[in-house]
């Protein structure tokens, strides 16, 4: 048993000391093996089914073929896997009541709400980039070791598309984390974000002439992935540019965890 | 120091802590005791920062807990059995515990030995019975060897031997000079444990006394007497101002007198005493009788006789 109670040291508490705690938090938990090594599976497999689907075709069938889309389209599935883990960051703190200990730990909260945003966001986005660089080169080497066209990252958009898919894949499990923060209940939080990206999309097919351009998913794979201008004459509408999309996203994300973030602070823990 | 004042709480239409004001000072086990429901988590909650009061506010040492620079280093606290996450192992939870608060690494080891869970550091913790849950939860609020330490029911679950290592724990951390504040709906373990009381019901402050005083206030407990002695003992404790009735088994049942004062009335009268029993219950009587307005969950047909008899 400690004999003397040690005097508090000077100083205070600060983000340096929350982020250490968080990320030590991620690394510790096997719902992070399970999700991260599902997400990479599952991105790569289906990345290796498509560019696989592309090959021996007829000549004509490669006219506008856009390889970098090819390879980067099977990460959609990378998506829904990554808003499970965005989810589950934050609502498995509040399933086993740790979120108690951590906003006792560190009770202001506007200290421990932008250390475990920024952890997450920083291991998220080097997590998806890392997933969309090799997506990339394994459906590239799919396609051109199959005699279909391939490209490289020096191709037009290429490097833009893969760079972008990435940040745009931790938006969106980003987002999911704000809906963790908003519901603080697992099943809640992937049930809304599998329901707005990706049921919403299903049911707004139901409305005539929809306009489905500011979906995520939409703009995942015709503005961020695609390197083709695809719009067309007659109709149909021209995709938002990359830049356009990405933006939209962040704002995505971000009324996420604004709302989500702003509950935190207020209610009770 | 613990200090709480004017401490009001809403949820919704119900009020679960009451314009609540106490003191909690260092030194002592101060034990919360209340029924089921009557608000002692909840000012728990809100000592430690977790929960916004509606009004009046909560100290440690003088500042609000969300100032505190240092948190882990000046305030323990156990609010719930299981706290941490059942994936992570018992040393990691502490691990991450202690950066928050730049404290140690090394801290965390020293706990796991002081409250004997070594052994099972490297296992999940949600592979812990909940008795070793309550022991890592204890541990937690050593990390950072803090002057005040909070526990919300710490014996809940645990063995024989698990209440007696609280016990005993809770006793040494107040002798070192901490601030030690006990939650439990039990008054026989509080009667062990704590040296004051604060004692509250439907989220209102009952009494705020020392042990002793409570029990002298609802008149002093009664001392069971078994004795061959019978007639004498009768006459001799009535003398000095004891209500003596006979008690089951041929015991007498001594009201107004304490221990000390029956032996020194056998010393005197060389009278011979078998067995020389306080009884508890006498506590908890008090205690019922305090609370018996302000317990909020009860059986209808307790109530329904409850409110005949006070013909309400």
């Known amino acids: 048993m400690t004999q003397a109670i040690q005097s508090v040291p000077l100083g205070h508490y600060r983000v340096k000391h929350v982020v250490k705690s968080e990320v030590l938090k991620i690394l510790t938990l096997?719902?992070?093996?399970?999700?991260?090594?599902?997400?990479?599976?599952?991105?790569?497999?289906?990345?290796?089914?498509?560019?696989?689907?592309?090959?021996?075709?007829?000549?004509?069938?490669?006219?506008?073929?856009?390889?970098?889309?090819?390879?980067?389209?099977?990460?959609?599935?990378?998506?829904?896997?990554?808003?499970?883990?965005?989810?589950?960051?934050?609502?498995?703190?509040?399933?086993?009541?740790?979120?108690?200990?951590?906003?006792?730990?560190?009770?202001?909260?506007?200290?421990?709400?932008?250390?475990?945003?920024?952890?997450?966001?920083?291991?998220?986005?080097?997590?998806?980039?890392?997933?969309?660089?090799?997506?990339?080169?394994?459906?590239?080497?799919?396609?051109?070791?199959?005699?279909?066209?391939?490209?490289?990252?020096?191709?037009?958009?290429?490097?833009?598309?893969?760079?972008?898919?990435?940040?745009?894949?931790?938006?969106?499990?980003?987002?999911?984390?704000?809906?963790?923060?908003?519901?603080?209940?697992?099943?809640?939080?992937?049930?809304?974000?599998?329901?707005?990206?990706?049921?919403?999309?299903?049911?707004?097919?139901?409305?005539s002439e929809p306009d489905l351009r500011y979906v995520p998913t939409n703009i995942l794979t015709n503005s961020i992935m695609s390197t083709v201008n695809q719009g067309g004459p007659g109709g149909v509408l021209q995709p938002l540019s990359p830049g356009i999309g990405l933006l939209l996203m962040a704002i995505y994300a971000g009324i996420a965890l604004a709302i989500g973030g702003a509950l935190f602070l207020r209610r009770d823990a | 120091m613990i200090t709480a004042h004017s401490l009001t709480k809403r949820y919704g239409a119900s009020t679960a802590v009451d314009n609540l004001t106490f003191e909690v000072p260092p030194g002592l086990v101060t034990g919360f005791l209340g029924p089921n429901g009557s608000g002692k988590s909840t000012t728990m909650r809100m000592i430690m920062g977790l929960d916004y009061p509606d009004s009046g506010s909560t100290l440690i040492g003088g500042k609000p807990y969300a100032e505190l620079t240092w948190p882990l280093r000046e305030v323990g606290g156990l609010l719930e059995a299981k706290a941490f996450h059942p994936a992570r192992t018992a040393r990691n939870h502490l691990r991450w515990m202690a950066l928050t608060n730049d404290i140690p690494l090394r801290r965390v080891d020293e706990v796991l030995d002081q409250v004997g869970l070594s052994s099972v550091a490297n296992r999940r913790a949600g592979k812990f019975s909940l008795g070793m849950g309550q022991r890592l939860g204890i541990a937690a609020t050593l990390l950072g060897d803090p002057g005040v330490l909070l526990f919300d029911e710490p014996v809940n679950g645990l063995d024989p031997e698990g209440i007696r290592w609280v016990r005993h724990f809770l006793r040494g951390l107040a002798a070192e000079g901490r601030t030690v504040f006990v939650?439990?709906?039990?008054?026989?373990?509080?009667?062990?444990?704590?040296?004051?009381?604060?004692?509250?019901?439907?989220?209102?402050?009952?009494?705020?006394?020392?042990?002793?005083?409570?029990?002298?206030?609802?008149?002093?407990?009664?001392?069971?007497?078994?004795?061959?002695?019978?007639?004498?003992?009768?006459?001799?404790?009535?003398?000095?101002?004891?209500?003596?009735?006979?008690?089951?088994?041929?015991?007498?049942?001594?009201?107004?007198?304490?221990?000390?004062?029956?032996?020194?009335?056998?010393?005197?009268?060389?009278?011979?005493?078998?067995?020389?029993?306080?009884?508890?219950?006498?506590?908890?009587?008090?205690?019922?009788?305090?609370?018996?307005?302000?317990?909020?969950?009860?059986?209808?047909?307790?109530?329904?006789?409850?409110?005949?008899?006070?013909?309400?």
């Open chain 1, 30 to 207: 096997r719902s992070t093996a399970i999700t991260v090594g599902l997400t990479v599976v599952a991105g790569l497999l289906v990345t290796g089914l498509v560019a696989n689907g592309q090959l021996h075709k007829f000549p004509g069938y490669y006219q506008g073929f856009d390889p970098t889309q090819n390879s980067l389209v099977g990460l959609i599935v990378a998506g829904l896997t990554g808003g499970v883990f965005g989810a589950l960051l934050i609502t498995g703190e509040y399933s086993s009541g740790t979120i108690r200990a951590s906003v006792a730990a560190t009770p202001r909260r506007p200290i421990l709400l932008t250390a475990k945003i920024g952890v997450a966001a920083v291991a998220i986005t080097v997590f998806c980039e890392l997933l969309s660089f090799a997506a990339f080169f394994l459906g590239q080497a799919i396609l051109s070791g199959g005699g279909a066209p391939s490209a490289s990252l020096g191709s037009p958009g290429a490097l833009r598309a893969v760079v972008m898919t990435g940040v745009f894949i931790a938006l969106m499990a980003l987002m999911s984390f704000g809906f963790g923060l908003m519901l603080r209940n697992t099943a809640a939080a992937i049930a809304a974000f599998v329901g707005i990206v990706f049921v919403l999309p299903l049911v707004m097919h139901g409305i």
């Open chain 2, 183 to 312: 939650s439990s709906h039990l008054i026989s373990e509080m009667a062990m444990t704590a040296d004051r009381l604060v004692v509250i019901g439907r989220g209102r402050l009952i009494a705020e006394t020392s042990v002793s005083d409570f029990v002298a206030r609802s008149g002093g407990g009664t001392v069971k007497l078994v004795t061959p002695d019978l007639a004498a003992f009768t006459s001799a404790l009535t003398a000095i101002g004891g209500n003596v009735s006979d008690g089951e088994g041929g015991s007498l049942t001594v009201e107004g007198l304490t221990s000390p004062q029956i032996g020194e009335v056998a010393a005197q009268g060389g009278l011979r005493i078998y067995e020389l029993t306080p009884i508890i219950a006498s506590l908890e009587d008090a205690f019922m009788e305090l609370t018996q307005d302000e317990v909020e969950y009860r059986p209808s047909t307790m109530a329904g006789a409850a409110a005949a008899g006070a013909k309400e």
